[in-house]
């Protein structure tokens, strides 16, 4: 959740609707006055954006800076 806060608003909003509440993209448009392509290409750079911030965690032992893996 942590790294879902940490993105741009656009692409936050996208990423709830359309991954967490499980809106289809055409509702997410309709809902935040875009077109369906924006969605799409949103929800797509959301994507890559939380693959970049999870990476370390992911590669490593799961610990967050500062915190010991248990």
Same mark, same amino acid.
């Not at 990476?55 to 915190?67: Q, S």
């Given at each position: ?58 590669? @490593?032992? @799961? ?8």
């Amino acid at each position: 959740w942590e790294a879902i806060a940490r993105l741009p608003e656009e692409f936050r909003d996208v990423v709830l609707m359309r991954d967490v509440e499980q809106m289809e993209s055409k509702a997410v448009a309709a809902a935040l006055g875009i077109s369906d392509a924006l969605v799409r290409q949103r929800l797509h750079r959301a994507r890559q954006a939380l693959v970049k911030m999870l990476e370390p965690v992911m590669a @490593g032992d @799961g610990a967050r800076d500062g915190e010991d893996a248990r």
